[in-house]
């Protein structure tokens, strides 16, 4: 087995995706308000919210243990509601060499569909995929969502 993966997940949200892609897009800082459990705080390092390049630090907690990730904005595709995160420091480059999330948002449907996709490379075999945090950035997409279905209740 390569170093090399890929891990894909959709999960349907019933709150806006625009709203959604927003989020990710400009709004981060706002996602430890919705979901406090997983994400505590959210800070800019360098450049400015959404926009390509900037730097933004995130506080987490991943099976059970506070963690920190400094991610820069790799990409923004607003015509398909994309954004694409690099992460460049923290826990995560403990275990692999690169590490990439991408959250689209396909609001062509009835329901919205987020895809996240996890791109990495391994430090070595020993290294687990990814699946805990797949969850939990479906944790963390279902806290947004109830968060703004609670909002607009």
Known sequence: ??????????????SDGDVF??????????ISDM?????????????QWGTVGSVIYFNYTH???ERVAKEIIEAIDEENKSVTFKV????????YKTFKLIVHVD????????????????LNEDVP??????????????????????ASA
């Open 1 to 14: 087995m390569g170093l090399s993966g890929k891990l894909v997940s959709q999960i349907d949200i019933k």
């Open 129 to 150: 995929d990814p699946h805990t945090l797949m969850e939990f950035c479906l944790k963390v997409t279902k806290d947004i969502e109830s968060h703004h279905l609670t």
């Open 63 to 65: 099976d059970g243990k």
């Open 35 to 47: 979901s406090p459990a997983h994400i505590q705080n959210c800070d800019l390092h360098d450049g």
């Open 107 to 122: 609001t062509s449907g009835e329901d919205n569909l987020v895809t996240w996709t996890l791109e990495y490379e391994k």
């Open 21 to 30: 892609h927003e989020i990710f897009r400009e709004r981060p800082h706002h």
């Open 88 to 95: 460049i420091e923290g826990d995560l480059m403990e275990l």
